[in-house]
């Protein structure tokens, strides 16, 4: 499975080389695009972003005292604000009674601990978690998405019964933890899923054509 794993990230590399993930300049950039981005495409991430950045409020600690209300019509463009306001503010909340905003502290704690703690927060499910300890704490912690899921399953890494937990300890497993390697391998399987491995797949083209498959899956 070792070898499985690293062809593929080989074989995905040289398809589409470095794709500089998480897209996003500073930590607290990175863990509130963590949140909005559930549920919705990026690029209505990146207007909910930008028009927090226009409102000079894209930091924790300026959203730990916005209105809620006030929060969520900034991150309309996001979809379900509401309930992504809701969340983002349980989040930071959570954040400065852990470490009191402190993100060196934070991401110092104990892995297992610190998801333990993130996943207690309404709303933080394993994938907003493992994406937060990742790419804004880089912490080596392999996160997995639809796109992830539907790439190993078509070309038979992983079968049906495979949920979040059981596809990350594959990769723990077989793979040295390296925080570089694991962005990336995710990224890659984003741009695979967004230009060909969508639910209709273009097979033809894909960089993974050769490898065995079902397509149906």
């Given at each position: 499975?070792?070898?499985?794993?690293?062809?593929?990230?080989?074989?995905?590399?040289?398809?589409?080389?470095?794709?500089?993930?998480w897209p996003g300049e500073a930590r607290d950039e990175t863990i509130v695009g963590a949140v909005l981005t559930q549920n919705t495409a990026w690029r209505n991430v990146e207007r909910a972003i930008d028009?927090?950045?226009?409102?000079?409020?894209?930091?924790?600690?300026?959203?730990?005292?916005?209105?809620?209300?006030?929060?969520?019509?900034?991150?309309?463009?996001?979809?379900?604000?509401?309930?992504?306001?809701?969340?983002?503010?349980?989040?930071?909340?959570?954040?400065?009674?852990?470490?009191?905003?402190?993100?060196?502290?934070?991401?110092?704690?104990?892995?297992?601990?610190?998801?333990?703690?993130?996943?207690?927060?309404?709303?933080?499910?394993?994938?907003?978690?493992?994406?937060?300890?990742?790419?804004?704490?880089?912490?080596?912690?392999?996160?997995?998405?639809?796109?992830?899921?539907?790439?190993?399953?078509?070309?038979?890494?992983?079968?049906?019964?495979?949920?979040?937990?059981?596809?990350?300890?594959?990769?723990?497993?077989?793979?040295?933890?390296?925080?570089?390697?694991?962005?990336?391998?995710?990224?890659?399987?984003?741009?695979?899923?967004?230009?060909?491995?969508?639910?209709?797949?273009?097979?033809?083209?894909?960089?993974?054509?050769?490898?065995?498959?079902?397509?149906?899956?």
């Amino acid at each position: 499975m070792s070898d499985t794993l690293l062809h593929l990230y080989e074989v995905l590399d040289a398809a589409f080389g470095p794709q500089h993930w998480w897209p996003g300049e500073a930590r607290d950039e990175t863990i509130v695009g963590a949140v909005l981005t559930q549920n919705t495409a990026w690029r209505n991430v990146e207007r909910a972003i930008d028009r927090l950045k226009s409102a000079n409020v894209l930091t924790l600690e300026v959203m730990r005292t916005l209105d809620e209300a006030d929060l969520a019509e900034l991150i309309r463009p996001a979809g379900t604000y509401r309930v992504k306001a809701r969340r983002l503010k349980a989040l930071v909340l959570w954040i400065y009674d852990r470490c009191d905003g402190d993100l060196d502290t934070l991401f110092a704690e104990d892995p297992a601990t610190l998801r333990a703690g993130l996943l207690g927060v309404p709303g933080v499910g394993p994938e907003t978690a493992d994406a937060i300890m990742l790419y804004a704490g880089s912490i080596p912690t392999f996160v997995v998405d639809a796109y992830t899921l539907r790439v190993l399953r078509r070309h038979f890494v992983i079968d049906d019964a495979a949920r979040y937990d059981d596809t990350q300890a594959l990769f723990h497993r077989h793979l040295d933890r390296d925080a570089d390697m694991f962005g990336q391998y995710h990224a890659l399987f984003v741009e695979l899923g967004k230009r060909f491995c969508s639910p209709r797949a273009a097979c033809d083209a894909c960089p993974l054509r050769d490898w065995p498959r079902d397509a149906s899956l």
